[in-house]
């Protein structure tokens, strides 16, 4: 199995990222039952000001090649563009556990 985590700044005023965020997790926690490959979706809005990142998701897949069948399902690229333009920054780790 590989752990894929994402976490993202976004732009905007407290209230936009806010906004965005939460568009952005109720897509995400929808694909689940859509992307076969995906096997669990977590995705968490942080909730400290004192922090400068928005959003994490931590998904679980079977293969390190179902990391990339996940990010080009068409239900991801959508779930995907919420944040497109509001997107600052985006890192990335993928590991096998």
């Given at each position: 199995?590989?752990?894929?985590?994402?976490t993202f700044k976004l732009k905007g005023s407290p209230?936009?990222?806010?906004?965005i965020a939460l568009r952005f997790k109720e897509a995400l926690l929808a694909l689940p039952g859509t992307i076969e490959v995906l096997k669990s979706i977590e995705v968490g809005i942080n909730e400290?000001?004192?922090?400068?990142?928005?959003?994490?998701?931590t998904a679980t897949v079977p293969t390190m090649a179902d990391v990339a069948t996940y990010a080009k399902?068409?239900?991801h690229v959508a779930a995907a563009?919420?944040?497109a333009n509001a997107k600052e920054?985006?890192?990335c780790v993928d590991y096998e556990i």
């Open positions: 199995m590989v752990r894929h985590i994402v209230e936009e990222r806010q906004a400290n000001p004192a922090e400068d990142w928005d959003v994490v998701l399902h068409p239900a563009s919420i944040v920054a985006r890192a």
